[in-house]
């Protein structure tokens, strides 16, 4: 790796925690006044507890291309399941090496898919049981799914090892991050249940509005500037780009996320005369997630329709979830980061050329069929919902078994601020009455 | 239900699965992932069935 790659990378990899921060803000501001302080606070603990999981056991469990790895002979070929490295980042020399480079990125983003459940879960999730829940996220969950993507293992290896396309793609995280996280918050949604007052007796949902806007589409901003640090970091890391396609990756980022607000905003002002905007602000962030998996290969308008079709596919199923399925997601994180995040693995078997040329532009690889690199990441998409969310579901049912995972109903009544914290996020702040009496 | 939707999931994942190890000819390897594929979402529909019938029962 030349010394320009590594700079450029450290760089990207150090605006990173302003994804954190803007997927704070969007968390905070969509869940209602009463537990605004929870909800921040919840987010640093999450975010110091997958840090300190994954230091532990993270990435010896995930690796790196090139450092040992448990594997398995199935019919003649390697499947490598299982990073073999040491716990504590122990043999792993901290000095600008990728391997060096890709610990310290995810030591940052295995908090990103650890803040995703925080928003689907607001308002009755206990702060005690987030922590626990995000150290069998970041220590267990993430690892794995992580080494078959990024660490060498079998999904990478589909395409040397079956012959689908380049095996499968996803430069800056949208299955290992993004739809892991979304997942995780799936179960969770199902697990905890709504909050109080959010269905009737007919199971009709009622609106429960978040008590901030503003910080709502200021953490929109933020996410935009973390993003183009993870999928810039990430195309260099783990597609192996050069620094001088960072404009190409920066670019398909913006432009994805530009697509999806435009479109979020034209459906909403269609459907209900005027833009709405928390449903805008789920758009961007859904058009950041779907950016992801194919920010280094697709041309810039690609990422565009990308962009376009995740605005679309989040104004849809966050509402039709509500009400169809019984799912209470006050920050629409299952839409955003699962749904998001597949139709962003998937987007990248749409354009197999493309990808072929970006991974070697010199020779563009005939082997690369479209059916063969679409198969890729139907499989990997296969694996998220036939192994991801069963494990990750199991998981926290069975901590729920031992810690009750869920705020008990009275203090949720009057708010995850006052029962977990002991004051509110706004004290000198009149409050309505009627924000305590929805039930 | 919730049990069957939840054991389905990861069996459809091993049809893929065994759909790439053990299938050579393309139609049938497509064939038996767009099954496997088939079995994950029909796990999927239960098992989200089974909470929101829960739900309804308890509210």
């Not at chain 1, 078959?148 to 012959?163: E, P, T």
């Not at chain 1, 290969?297 to 596919?313: E, K, N, R, S, T």
């Amino acid at each position: 790796m030349s010394e320009v790659s590594q700079a450029f990378c450290i760089l990207f990899i150090l605006l990173l925690p302003l994804a954190l921060a803007g997927l704070a803000l969007i968390n905070t501001g969509l869940s209602r006044l009463r537990s605004a302080a929870h909800s921040m606070m919840a987010t640093l603990c999450v975010v110091g507890v997958a840090a300190a999981a994954y230091f532990v056991t993270g990435f010896a469990w995930q690796g790196y291309p090139g450092l040992p790895s448990h594997t398995l002979s199935i019919v003649g070929k390697e499947w490598s399941w299982l990073g073999a490295g040491h716990f504590f980042l122990r043999g792993v020399p901290l000095d600008g090496s990728r391997a060096s480079l890709a610990a310290l990125l995810q030591l940052l983003s295995v908090g990103l898919a650890a803040v995703i459940p925080l928003g689907a879960a607001a308002e009755r999730w206990r702060l005690r049981a987030c922590c626990i829940s995000t150290a069998l996220l970041a220590g267990v969950t993430y690892p794995l799914f992580a080494h078959w993507v990024w660490g060498g293992g079998w999904l990478a290896r589909l395409g040397s090892n079956y012959g689908l396309g380049l095996g499968f793609l996803d430069a800056g995280g949208s299955a290992t991050i993004q739809a892991v996280g979304g997942l995780t918050a799936l179960s969770l949604v199902w697990l905890l249940g709504p909050r109080r007052g959010k269905y009737n007796l007919e199971g009709m949902p009622a609106a429960l509005p978040g008590h901030n806007t503003v910080l709502v589409l200021f953490g929109c901003l933020l996410a935009l500037v973390g993003w183009m640090g993870l999928n810039s970091a990430g195309s260099i890391l783990f597609a192996g780009i050069p620094p001088g396609r960072i404009v190409l990756v920066a670019a398909n980022t913006l432009l994805s996320a530009a697509g999806a607000v435009l479109a979020a905003a034209a459906i909403t002002r269609y459907r209900f005369g005027k833009p709405d905007a928390s449903l805008s602000a789920n758009g961007w962030v859904c058009g950041l997630v779907a950016s992801s998996a194919g920010c280094a290969y697709v041309p810039p308008a690609a990422a565009l329709l990308i962009g376009l079709v995740a605005g679309a596919l989040v104004t849809y199923t966050v509402a039709w979830m509500e009400a169809h399925l019984g799912l209470d997601d006050p920050a629409g994180a299952v839409s955003v980061h699962a749904i998001g995040g597949v139709w962003g693995i998937l987007a990248v078997g749409l354009f197999p050329r493309a990808a072929a040329l970006a991974t070697a532009p010199s020779a563009a690889n005939p082997a690369v069929t479209p059916t063969g690199q679409m198969l890729a990441q139907v499989v990997g998409v296969a694996t998220l919902v036939g192994f991801v969310l069963p494990f990750t579901y199991s998981l926290n049912w069975l901590l729920n078994r031992f810690f009750p995972q869920r705020i008990p109903p009275e203090e949720e009544r009057q708010g995850a601020d006052l029962y977990e914290l002991g004051a509110g996020a706004y004290p000198e702040f009149m409050t309505h009455t009627d924000e305590f009496s929805q039930w | 239900m919730k049990i069957t939707g939840l054991l389905m999931m990861p069996a459809g994942w091993f049809i893929v699965l065994s759909a790439l190890v053990l299938l050579r000819a393309f139609l049938a390897q497509n064939l038996f992932i767009a099954a496997g594929i088939g079995v994950e979402i029909l796990g999927l529909v239960l098992f989200t069935r089974s909470h929101w019938v829960a739900k309804r029962g308890n509210a």
